[in-house]
């Protein structure tokens, strides 16, 4: 119908999904370490933001 068959078109989106992840992944593991940077300089940061998840009753930071 298109002119493209299906299978090309799920191998182009399979190699845009696999560049995408290739760039976006180191960027986000140099964030954690940032926030782990920021959390050994100055304790007791984030520790705020666990009282604000435990009063709401859903606590999803696991230390």
């Known amino acids: 119908i298109f002119g493209i068959p299906l299978i090309g078109v799920l191998r182009s989106m399979?190699?845009?999904?696999?560049?995408?992840?290739?760039n976006i992944l180191p960027l986000f593991r140099r964030y954690v370490q940032d926030i782990l940077e920021?959390?050994?300089?100055?304790?007791g940061?984030?520790?705020?933001?666990?009282?604000?998840?435990?009063?709401?009753?859903?606590?999803?930071?696991k230390r």
Do not use: A, H, M
Request: net charge positive; glycine share 4%.
């Open 14 to 22: 399979k190699w845009i999904w696999y560049r995408l992840f290739r």
């Open 38 to 43: 920021v959390e050994r300089r100055f304790p």
């Open 45 to 61: 940061t984030f520790s705020q933001f666990d009282r604000i998840t435990c009063k709401n009753g859903e606590s999803k930071i």
